[in-house]
C-alpha cells in the first residue's frame, strides 16, 4: 500500500516485502517513472504478469524486477472523492495470467481500499486538529503560588482513540486562596475540545467574583443547559485556604477528590455526587476537607480510574495504591522540599496514569490528574503577611 503524500508517494505498509526493498521504493516522486506513479497519473490498473513484462513496460527498472520477491503484480490506482491518493499493489509469488474476471474484481477492490484510506486519513486530520485545540485550550503553566505548589498532566488517548474533551486550571484566588476546577465534557471530536475551552473560561470569570463552589457549578451548569440538550459535562470545582486549611468543594457527575497523608494514608470522601452539569437541577451540594499539612489534594478524570475491565471504584481503590507507595518513597520525601516540591508531585503524576492503562500498556481515553499541595512553613509566612496588611489597614483607617 503507497500513499500519496505532497510530491512523494510512500509506503504505508507491506508483507511479503523485505525492509531492503521497501526502502529501494519508498518517497518516490510523484513525477518519476515507476509503476505506481504511472498508474495515479492515468488513473488506470496496471497488470505485469512476469519480471519479463515488468522490464518490457519500465527498462530502467530492471534492478527493482530482480530485487523484488515477487513475480507478478496489479497496479492499483485508489481514486478518492476524484483524487488519486495512493496505489494499491496486489503481487504474486510467481507469474501470473490475469484473467477478466480477476481485472475487475481487482478494480472493484482498490475502489473500496480508496475509500477505507481517505476516511483514515480524515479521521486522522480531524483528530489531530482536535488534538491540536485541546491542548491548546488547556493551561500551558499553572499558577506559581506562595502557599501550595500545584501539578497537573495531560496524557491525550493512545492511537485509534478519540479525542475528548478534560480540562483542569488552577486559579489563584484572594487573600491566599486557591480555586483547583477538574471536568470533562462528554463526547468526543473538536465541538467537544471548543466547549471543554468555553466552559474553563467561564470558570476563571466566575471565580474572579469569589463565588462558592455551589454556586459557580450552578451558573456552569445553566451555561451548558443553554448549548443544547445534547450537551453534558462533568466537573469539580473546589477552593482551597492554605490558612484554615480547609478545601470546600462542589460536584457535578465527576470522581471526588483523595487527600494523601505525608505517611501515606490515602482519603477518598464518601460524597453523593450530583449530576453532571446539562443534567443537574441546582442547588449543588458543598462539602468541606481538613487538609492537613504536608498533604496531597488529588484530582482526576474518569479516563485516569474507569476502563472497561476496571470500574471507577476499583480504580480509585488502585489510583490510592499508587499515591500511598508514591509519597512514601524515599525519593519523594528528599524531593518534597518548599523549593522543589512540584518536580517531586511530576514524579508521581508520571507514575500513575503509567500504571493505571489497559493490558496492553495502552488506553483509548483521555487522562487527566492533578496534584495539589501546600506547606506549613510557607502558610506561616502567609499569615504574618496578611497579618501585617490588616494591622496597615487598620492604621490607616483610624487616621481617617
Not at 476546577?181 to 466566575?206: F, K, P, Q
Not at 479516563?303 to 470500574?311: C, I, K, N, Q, Y
Request: glycine content about 8%.
Amino acid at each position: 500500500m503507497e500513499a500519496v503524500e505532497g510530491v512523494h508517494i510512500r509506503v504505508v505498509d507491506a508483507i511479503g516485502y523485505n525492509r531492503a526493498f521497501l526502502r529501494q521504493i519508498d518517497r518516490i516522486p510523484l513525477n518519476a517513472n515507476s509503476a505506481a506513479t504511472d498508474v495515479l497519473r492515468s488513473r488506470t490498473p496496471r497488470f505485469v504478469e512476469s519480471p519479463a513484462d515488468f522490464v518490457r513496460h519500465y527498462p530502467d527498472l530492471e534492478y527493482l524486477a530482480e530485487a523484488s520477491p515477487k513475480k507478478a503484480w496489479a497496479f492499483l490506482p485508489l481514486i478518492a472523492s476524484g483524487h488519486a491518493i495512493g496505489c494499491c499493489v496486489v503481487s504474486f509469488s510467481r507469474p501470473h495470467t490475469f484473467s477478466e474476471e480477476e481485472r475487475v474484481l481487482l478494480t472493484a477492490l482498490s475502489g473500496m481500499v480508496a475509500q477505507a484510506l481517505d476516511r483514515a486519513r480524515l479521521y486522522d486530520a480531524e483528530h489531530t486538529r482536535a488534538q491540536g485545540l485541546q491542548r491548546g485550550l488547556l493551561p500551558r503553566s499553572l499558577p506559581s503560588l506562595p502557599a501550595v505548589s500545584a501539578a497537573a498532566r495531560y496524557l491525550p488517548a493512545g492511537r485509534g482513540g478519540e479525542v475528548g474533551g478534560d480540562w483542569y486550571d488552577v486559579i489563584r484566588l484572594s487573600s491566599g486562596r486557591v480555586a483547583m476546577v477538574i471536568g470533562d465534557v462528554m463526547g468526543h471530536g473538536i465541538a467537544e475540545a471548543a466547549t471543554m475551552g468555553r466552559l474553563r473560561t467561564a470558570v476563571c470569570t466566575l471565580a474572579d467574583l469569589d463565588m462558592d463552589p455551589d454556586e459557580l457549578l450552578s451558573h456552569l451548569n445553566g451555561l451548558v443547559g443553554d448549548l443544547g440538550d445534547d450537551y453534558y459535562a462533568t466537573c469539580l470545582y473546589a477552593v482551597f485556604d492554605p490558612v484554615t486549611r480547609l478545601c470546600s468543594f462542589s460536584v457535578a457527575g465527576h470522581p471526588p477528590p483523595l487527600i494523601v497523608l505525608p505517611d501515606g494514608t490515602v482519603h477518598c470522601p464518601d460524597v453523593t455526587v450530583d449530576p453532571p452539569l446539562g443534567a443537574a437541577e441546582p442547588p449543588f451540594e458543598t462539602l468541606e476537607l481538613n487538609v492537613p499539612d504536608d498533604s496531597l489534594l488529588v484530582f482526576c478524570t474518569d479516563g485516569l480510574v474507569e476502563s472497561a475491565t476496571r470500574d471507577i471504584d476499583q480504580g480509585l481503590a488502585e489510583l490510592g495504591c499508587i499515591l500511598a507507595d508514591a509519597v512514601t518513597h524515599p525519593s519523594y520525601a528528599s524531593a518534597t522540599t518548599p523549593d522543589n516540591g512540584e518536580r517531586a508531585h511530576r514524579t508521581t503524576l508520571g507514575r500513575a496514569p503509567a500504571m493505571l492503562t489497559t493490558e496492553n500498556g495502552t488506553t483509548n481515553r483521555c487522562r487527566c490528574p492533578l496534584i495539589l499541595r501546600h506547606s506549613r512553613p510557607c502558610v506561616r509566612a502567609l499569615a504574618m503577611r496578611w497579618a501585617r496588611l490588616r494591622a496597615a489597614s487598620l492604621c490607616i483607617t483610624s487616621r481617617r
